[in-house]
């Protein structure tokens, strides 16, 4: 029998203290989940403050999930752990913009670049529960209670033997979050696991220098933030139903599901409108800032980016080229009847313009964000308590100033964030159907 390695065994062992557990865990109903209307706060450590899955779940929200535009705001704080956050007050800026969902992605300081303690887990898992209960408190609906990512196989203080130290930390780690998420009653966004098998996977095909951890080992590119944004969206309950386009070459008629309008159609030529985008990708694949790459190595388009194009009338064993934009393929009579997915075939498509501006839009904004929650929100309650202790006269005039100026704080957020849902402009493309003779 092969042996297990003491991390292996480790969290083989705290795995099986969760199953113990699973008795005290509250169930999510899909009412609870992310819904139009919802406030979502994506809060975490650097990784968060980078701005990248932060912005790609909010672009997401915006343009491409079923009832959108969904508001969302990022709230990230270099270095953060739960010592941290507690340590300056706790979740009182997050809950300013009254948020309806908050996903939180912890631990990856709060493990300590070591092998596993109990007093690290300890502490993390006693924060993480203070911190669930205090955010609820504050009126959030659903916290998806991320689990830390993974930090690189190779760059990770280009040691190979320290990442393959660290991540069994980090999976523990997650394993904390997982049973937390449990018993509080939360959704778990399992990110470590998912970055992991995707960067095996991916380091398969391009190499070592790809990194999806980053090129620090800890902060990752275009491709590791893809994948953690899939994590929180697929555990917020997105359905990745983003429209289907059908043809009868027959009779020449086209129908389009919501979101999606039929303009005209003739000669196997499908104008439509979209007001809903499907999620599009960017950069040369084996570039890691890029998010062309990673894409086969996780079910990102099947689970989440299903824009489909049903074409029947012909037969089965037809050939059949469909050109959208400037990009052309075929394809068989019978894989068209069941549908394909344009999202997935054309990765260059019209939506690809439109999309990058929305997430230019979203990352201007979530770059006010920064200052925002760590300059304007935090740290009031200090400022406030010295002056009063200065000053008892000025310290309530402070009191008064502050209680009207954080609203107009928060006002401008929301006025951000109306900009990104404008800024998702209705598309006019063409599909076109024809027979290869």
């Known amino acids: 029998m092969q042996k297990m390695s003491v991390h292996v065994l480790s969290r083989a062992v705290f795995a099986a203290a969760v199953l113990v557990s699973l008795g005290l865990a509250v169930s999510v109903k899909a009412a609870d989940l992310v819904q139009k209307g919802d406030i979502v706060a994506v809060c975490g450590d650097s990784i968060t403050e980078q701005k990248e899955y932060s912005a790609f779940i909010e672009t997401y929200l915006a343009a491409c999930q079923q009832g959108g535009p969904i508001r969302a705001a990022q709230f990230g704080w270099s270095g953060d752990s739960m010592g941290w956050l507690w340590g300056r007050g706790g979740p009182g800026p997050i809950l300013s913009i009254h948020p309806t969902v908050v996903t939180t992605c912890y631990g990856m300081n709060d493990g300590g670049y070591k ?58 780690m997650g394993d904390v979050a997982k049973d937390v998420a449990r018993q509080e009653g939360c959704v778990f966004a399992n990110v470590h696991d998912v970055m992991m098998q995707a960067m095996t996977k991916a380091k398969a095909k391009y190499g070592p220098k790809y990194h999806v951890g980053g090129g620090d080992g800890v902060h990752p590119s275009g491709n590791g933030h893809l994948v953690m944004a899939y994590a929180f969206l697929k555990a917020m309950g997105c359905d990745g139903n983003i429209g289907t386009v059908t043809l009868d070459l027959a009779s020449g008629k086209a129908t389009a599901t919501d979101g999606h309008k039929v303009l005209g159609s003739e000669g196997g030529a499908v104008t439509i409108e979209s007001t809903r985008y499907p999620f599009c990708f960017y950069g040369q694949p084996e570039d890691p800032g890029a998010t062309s790459g990673i894409i086969e190595f ?63 839009t979203v990352r201007g904004k979530q770059d006010w964000e920064t200052p925002f929650y760590k300059n304007y929100l935090s740290g009031l309650d200090g400022l406030q308590k010295e002056v009063r202790e200065g000053d008892a006269d000025v310290g309530a005039a402070l009191d008064q100033a502050l209680a009207r100026m954080v609203p107009v704080l928060v006002k401008k957020d929301a006025k951000l964030a109306d900009g990104v849902a404008a800024s998702v402009a209705p598309v006019k493309h063409t599909i076109k159907v024809e027979l290869v003779k």
């Open 298 to 360: 996780f079910p990102f388009n099947e689970d989440l980016n299903r824009f489909k194009l049903v074409v029947t009338g012909a037969a089965a064993d037809a050939a059949v080229r469909v050109t959208w934009g400037t990009a052309s393929k075929q394809f068989k009579a019978a894989e068209l009847a069941k549908g394909i997915n344009l999202a997935a075939e054309f990765m260059d498509n019209p939506f690809c313009e439109p999309f990058q501006k929305v997430r230019q």
């Open 115 to 172: 092998p596993i303690e109990p007093g690290t887990t300890n502490a993390y898992r006693e924060g993480m529960v203070r911190l669930v209960k205090e955010l609820k408190k504050g009126g959030v609906r659903l916290v998806v209670v991320g689990s830390p990512g993974a930090v690189d196989a190779d760059t990770f203080r280009n040691s190979p033997k320290e990442a393959a130290m660290y991540n069994p930390t980090l999976a523990i």
